[in-house]
T-cell receptor, first 113, second 113 residues
Framework: SQKIEQNSEALNIQEGKTATLTCNYT??????LQWYRQDPGRGPVFLLL?????KEKRKERLKVTFDTTLKQSLFHITASQPADSATYLC????????????FGAGTQVVVTP | EAQVTQNPRYLITVTGKKLTVTCSQN?????MSWYRQDPGLGLRQIYY???????DKGDVPEGYKVSRKEKRNFPLILESPSPNQTSLYFC????????????FGEGSWLTVV
């Protein structure tokens, strides 16, 4: 069955360091992968989208890589700040199920001053 | 301001009493979708709609109905709610499918007793 796995353990990191999150998937051929930020009790906020033919995308302090051979995406927050503390979700979509989007369970990031 | 608005935000209801959670977007988006979020399971897609009168099942459609009679509205209907439908529900929309920026509502906390 299709699986999307994110590290369930919270990532505790010191301010200024780079946080790196992992999204692994199995039995899946995604057309694109998305990353979201979610704060407690709030709706997810879209951050970045990377397509299957792209290796890397950047947006300000965020960087996403997509390795379809390893079936993995890495999400980096550079120069992390306490305001970056949140849960980060990855989501995958396929071209043959255009309307469907499947999410991982998310990884919590805690940035301490 | 771009918005996805859900109502009600909080609801406690009894088993078997039909309820509707409304969702409205002001961005003229074609694509809308409903998700439920449960601890440890992440976001799971219930239904989605690619356009008016076009709806399709997500991964967990059982016990839910939807309709898309107007572009801006996509209500979620629970004909006979059961306690296992207690969850946090999110509505989302995007311009042309999930392969684009998706905007989420603030969520609707539903408790079925």
């Amino acid at each position: 069955s299709q699986k999307i796995e994110q590290n369930s353990e919270a990532l505790n990191i010191q301010e200024g360091k780079t946080a790196t999150l992992t999204c692994n998937y199995t039995n899946y051929s995604p057309a694109y992968l998305q990353w979201y930020r979610q704060d407690p009790g709030r709706g997810p906020v879209f951050l970045l989208l990377i397509r299957e033919n792209e290796k890397e995308k950047r947006k300000e302090r965020l960087k996403v890589t997509f390795d379809t051979t390893l079936k993995q995406s890495l999400f980096h927050i550079t120069a992390s700040q306490p305001a970056d503390s949140a849960t980060y979700l990855c989501a995958l979509g396929k071209t043959d199920s255009w309307g469907k989007l499947q999410f991982g369970a998310g990884t919590q990031v805690v940035v301490t001053p | 301001e771009a918005q996805v608005t859900q109502n009600p935000r909080y609801l406690i209801t009894v088993t078997g009493k039909k309820l509707t959670v409304t969702c409205s977007q002001n961005m003229n988006h074609e694509y809308m979708s409903w998700y439920r979020q449960d601890p440890g399971l992440g976001l799971r897609q219930i239904y989605y709609s690619m356009n008016v009168e076009v709806t399709d099942k997500g991964d967990v459609p059982e016990g839910y109905k939807v309709s898309r009679k107007e572009k801006r509205n996509f209500p979620l209907i629970l004909e006979s709610p059961s306690p296992n439908q207690t969850s946090l529900y999110f509505c989302a929309s995007s311009f042309a499918g999930p392969g684009n920026t998706i905007y989420f509502g603030e969520g609707s906390w539903l408790t079925v007793v």
